[in-house]
């Protein structure tokens, strides 16, 4: 979903380097997502947000923080890069309402060497 | 935590042929959706069902909200080739809480 952009797509980097994943929407959604997704494992809820000033943990949260820079901004961070961290990872938004489904983006691979 | 049973984990099927999915819980959700990934891409929202008993159809695509609120199943009817890529299940199990996905089925259609 071409409304919901990540950066970078793609991202080599070494064991115990920070690094950051972006996501930006042009959706107007309130609400925002980070999952991460492995083979056979699906996907897992990491952190989301349900606005500006809201942050949850998901069930992975471990060794990862974000940060709601505005409603159409959320990225997250790794502070300390491990190898098991390497996989694919989305952000997702949705509107405020319970039932509204998420809409992905296309994605960022993170190896960690 | 709360946790998604997807089966199958994988299926090889021959163009034109129906396809059946399921997804199960342990306890009650409220919301069954249902998402198909493609190489390269984030999944896309296939069918959503928000009632118990809730019969959805979408093109060949017809999902179910089972009534006992803890499974949901995806049918595919005729698939053709472009029906390959990994098809998800989530549900939400309370207000106020983010979707949980199973662990996908990965479809391959030979024509």
């Known amino acids: 979903d071409a409304d919901v952009t990540q950066t970078p797509r793609n991202r080599i980097t070494k064991t115990g380097k920070r690094i950051m994943l972006e996501c930006s929407q042009t959706k107007g959604h309130d609400r925002m997502y980070w999952y991460r997704q492995d083979p056979g494992l699906g996907l897992r809820l990491i952190y989301y947000?349900?606005?500006?000033?809201?942050?949850n943990k998901g069930e992975i949260s471990d060794g990862y923080s974000v940060s709601r820079q505005a409603q159409a901004k959320f990225s997250l961070s790794l502070e300390s890069a491990i190898p098991n961290q390497t996989a694919l990872y989305f952000c997702a938004t949705s509107e405020q309402w319970d039932n509204s489904p998420l809409h992905f983006g296309n994605g960022t691979r993170l190896t960690v060497t | 935590g709360q946790q998604l049973n997807q089966s199958p984990q994988s299926m090889f099927i021959q163009e034109g042929e129906d396809v059946s999915m399921n997804c199960t819980s342990s306890?009650?959700?409220?919301?069954w959706l249902w998402y198909k990934q493609e190489p390269g891409e984030g999944p896309v929202l296939l069918i959503a069902l928000y009632k118990a008993g809730e019969l959805t159809s979408n093109g060949r695509l017809t999902a179910q909200f089972g009534i006992t609120r803890k499974d949901s199943f995806l049918n595919i009817s005729a698939s053709i080739p472009s029906d390959v890529g990994i098809y998800f299940c989530a549900g939400r199990w309370q207000a106020g809480t983010a979707l949980i996905f199973g662990k996908g089925t990965t479809l391959s259609v030979s024509s």
């Open positions: 306890s009650i959700f409220n919301t």
């Open positions: 947000s349900f606005d500006v000033k809201d942050i």
